[in-house]
């Protein structure tokens, strides 16, 4: 019997243990990102919890040291050039519909946990070529049109502001771009999200990932097989 109140006991207490902590961290301060690029500044990201802040884009560089002028070395013998490999992620496979639809499931799971503090952007495009240029500035207002009512719908956004247009004259590729965003919720809730939709998130991750395509062996070709062939013509 003792052991048996022992083992109830610590159970209980365990429960009470795992609820409090649930409680502590349903109570905890929100962790609040700042993202922020100007046309022509560095990309500024800022992340903060409770009062603390912490700037991690753009570092800070550390003064270097002046350094001696070295000795002129000897001319070495040129090393053959290393082919540059292409980016790891491309958008060249992804399902723009697909890609929409999760973020719109993503809102609304956090609908009543997600606070957006800030959202601006004004973006000019130009591809260099005007009927490009259309076509991608009428891709881009239709994926608007799906994205925009639905956050002015769920969300309350203080500073909200959203500007696409094209520059139909340029004739070079310079799209250039500004935009600013700052949102919070607390910790509790990112996990919960990531677990639910994490098939689909890994198959975002995948469509994004070049240059993992395996490309099937060529079957090898034996003599028997050409004299087959020609037997039969």
């Given amino acids: 019997m003792l052991r048996f109140a022992g083992a109830a006991a610590l159970v209980i207490g365990a429960v009470l243990l795992a609820l409090i902590v649930l409680l502590l961290l349903a109570l905890l301060p929100r962790v609040r990102v700042d993202v922020e690029k100007t046309q022509d500044g560095p990309l500024g990201l800022t992340v903060g919890y409770g009062w ?100 002015e719908q769920n969300y309350s956004i203080p500073d909200f502001h959203i500007s696409v247009d094209g520059d139909f004259q340029s004739e070079t590729s310079s799209t250039r771009a500004a935009f600013a965003a700052a949102v919070s919720m607390r910790p509790i809730h990112l996990p919960l999200i990531l677990l639910k939709y994490r098939r689909q998130l890994l198959a975002l991750y995948r469509s994004l990932r070049t240059g993992g395509e395996i490309s099937e062996p060529n079957e090898p070709t034996h003599p028997q097989d050409d004299l087959k062939k020609e037997n039969v013509t």
Avoid: Q, W, Y
Wanted: charge should be positive; include cysteine; proline fraction near 8%.
């Fill in 52 to 151: 603390l802040r912490l700037r991690l884009l753009p570092r800070r560089e550390k003064p270097k040291p002046a350094k001696k002028a070295p000795a002129k070395p000897k001319p070495a013998a040129k090393k053959p050039e290393k082919e540059k490999k292409a980016s790891g992620f491309s958008i060249k496979g992804l399902d723009i519909g697909d890609a929409v639809c999760l973020v719109i499931d993503l809102l609304i799971e956090l609908r009543n946990r997600l606070v957006i503090h800030r959202l601006r952007a004004d973006v000019l495009l130009a591809t260099g070529d005007a009927a490009k240029t259309g076509i991608l500035l009428g891709r881009i207002a239709a994926i608007c049109g799906m994205v925009l009512p639905f956050l």
